[in-house]
C-alpha cells in the first residue's frame, strides 16, 4: 500500500483524536526509522520517550520472540515466572518498594491516587502541580494542574488542587485536614521540561512526614535511567512513598508500573485493585531484556558523560540569531524555549531528517534514546541549528514584508 491509500485507511476507520504528520513509520534500529518511501530519520524523540533503548532493540525483540512462543499472558491468579523475576529487577533498584504493574502512565498513576486514599482513608485530597501532566483517564486529567486537558470532561474527580511547581508555600497552603498525598513529576516533561529544585522536593518530604501524607513522583518519564539514575528521585536524592514508572520500562512493550513502601502497598490487599494484562509474560520477559540491556550498555554512564557536552553543544544556539531563548538539560530531557512558534520548525527538521517535538507552542522537546551516540547526537543539534537558522530567516521576511 503506498502512503495516500494508508492515509485514506486512517481517514475511514481511525477515530482523528490526533494530528498526524503525513508521514508513515515502517521500519526502525536503534535512533533511526524510515517511512513508507523510503525517507531516514534520525529519531530525537523516540516513542515520545518510550524507545529508551532505541527502536527494536536486539535484544529486547529476541526476548520479545522467544517468549511469545513460550507463554504470552495467564491470568493474576497463577504466578508467572517472568513477572517475579522482572518486580525483582524493579524493586532492588527502587530501595525495596513493591511492585504493581499495569501497562501505561496513566494506570499507573490511577494506582497510585487508589493508593494513596485507601492507605490514608477517609482522606482523599491530593494536591498536585500547575502545568503538570499525568495521563489522560479520568482521574489522570483530574490530577493533571492544566484546565485545557479536562475542558470538556468535567465534572473530574473530586479533590484535586494545583500547587506552584518549586514554590513549597504554595503547597503548604492547599493542605487540610481531608489531604491525603502530593503527587509531582521530578521534571516535567509535558509540561516543558521544567524540573523540581532539590530544596522543593525535601520540602515536600518533610511536608508530608509531618503530615502523615503519601508523596508520590510521577516518574513515567524520568525513569529508567532517562536523569542517569535508574529513578529520578537518586539523582534528586529524596525519597517518595510511591514511584509510577512506564514508557521506556519494557523496550517499547506496553508496560507500567506503581511502586510504593511496603507498609503503604499493604493497603492494596486482594479484590481492591486489578489490571487484567498487568505484569503479563511477554512484557514482563522485554522488560528484563530491556534492563539488561540499559545495564550492558551503561546507558546511565553515556546520559552522564553526553549530558554536559549537550549543554555546550545546545548553548551555542542560545541568542535571537537563532531566536533561542533558553535551553533546559536534566540528564537526557532536553527543553528549549524559542522566541516564536516551533511547529514549523518541527515540521521543518522532518523535512530534513530529524524528528524533534514542541510542546506549548514554543518549546523544543528532546528525549534521546539514553543509547544514542555522540555522533548521532551531534548530526541532529546540525540539522536543528541549519533550521533555526532558516526558522529566524524566513520570519524575519515576514516581518520585512509585512512592513512594506
Ligand atoms: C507520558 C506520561 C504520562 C502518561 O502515560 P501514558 O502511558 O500515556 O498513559 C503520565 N505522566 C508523565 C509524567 C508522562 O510523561
Excluded at 48 to 64: R, S, Y
Excluded at 312 to 331: H, I, N, W
Aim: hydrophobic share 40%.
Amino acid at each position: 500500500m503506498n502512503f495516500t491509500d494508508i492515509q485514506d485507511q486512517f481517514n475511514q476507520y481511525v477515530i482523528s483524536n490526533y494530528s498526524r504528520f503525513p508521514v508513515c513509520m515502517v521500519r526502525g534500529v536503534g535512533s533511526r526509522l524510515w517511512d513508507t518511501e523510503g525517507r531516514e530519520y534520525l529519531d530525537l524523540f523516540p516513542g515520545w520517550g518510550v524507545a529508551g533503548l532505541g527502536h527494536c532493540h536486539p535484544a529486547v525483540a529476541d526476548a520479545i520472540a522467544k517468549q511469545a512462543h513460550k507463554l504470552i499472558h495467564v491470568a493474576n491468579h497463577y504466578y508467572n515466572e517472568e513477572q517475579g523475576a522482572f518486580s525483582e529487577i524493579l524493586a532492588t533498584r527502587a530501595g525495596g518498594r513493591k511492585v504493581f504493574f499495569c501497562n501505561s502512565g496513566a494506570e499507573a498513576n490511577e494506582a497510585a491516587i487508589k493508593l494513596s486514599r485507601l492507605a490514608r482513608q477517609p482522606r482523599y485530597k491530593i494536591i498536585t502541580m500547575q502545568h503538570s501532566f499525568h495521563g489522560r483517564t479520568l482521574g489522570a486529567i483530574s490530577a493533571t494542574g492544566q484546565p485545557e486537558y479536562q475542558a470538556g470532561f468535567t465534572p473530574v474527580v473530586p479533590g484535586f488542587s494545583y500547587a506552584r511547581m518549586n514554590d513549597l508555600a504554595s503547597v503548604v497552603e492547599l493542605v487540610d485536614a481531608d489531604t491525603c498525598a502530593i503527587m509531582v513529576e521530578p521534571v516535567q516533561g509535558e509540561g516543558g521540561v521544567v524540573p523540581a529544585t532539590p530544596e522543593f522536593l525535601q520540602g515536600l518530604r518533610k511536608l508530608c512526614d509531618d503530615k502523615n501524607l503519601v508523596l508520590v513522583f510521577d516518574e513515567v518519564q524520568t525513569s529508567p535511567c532517562r536523569l542517569g539514575e535508574w529513578f529520578g528521585y537518586q539523582y534528586f536524592g529524596v525519597e517518595p512513598d510511591i514511584i509510577t514508572t512506564a514508557k521506556a520500562i519494557a523496550g517499547g512493550m506496553p508496560m507500567a508500573a506503581m511502586l510504593a513502601r511496603p507498609d503503604i502497598a499493604a493497603a492494596l490487599k486482594p479484590g481492591t485493585h486489578a489490571s487484567t494484562f498487568g505484569g503479563h509474560s511477554l512484557g514482563c520477559a522485554a522488560g528484563i531484556a530491556a534492563f539488561k540491556a540499559m545495564e550492558d550498555e551503561k546507558v546511565m554512564d553515556n546520559v552522564k558523560t553526553l549530558g554536559p557536552w549537550l549543554d555546550e553543544r545546545l548553548g551555542a544556539l542560545v541568542g535571537p540569531e537563532r531566536g533561542v531563548k533558553a535551553v533546559r538539560r536534566c540528564g537526557f530531557m532536553v527543553g528549549i524555549d524559542l522566541t516564536f512558534p516551533g511547529s514549523d520548525l518541527v515540521a521543518d527538521c522532518r523535512n530534513h531528517g530529524l524528528l524533534i517535538n514542541c510542546t506549548h507552542g514554543t518549546v523544543l522537546r528532546m528525549l534521546p534514546a539514553l543509547n544514542i551516540s555522540k555522533e548521532d547526537l551531534d548530526q541532529g543539534v546540525a540539522i536543528l541549528d541549519e533550521c533555526l537558522d532558516r526558522a529566524v530567516k524566513r520570519s524575519g521576511s515576514v516581518r520585512l514584508t509585512a512592513r512594506q
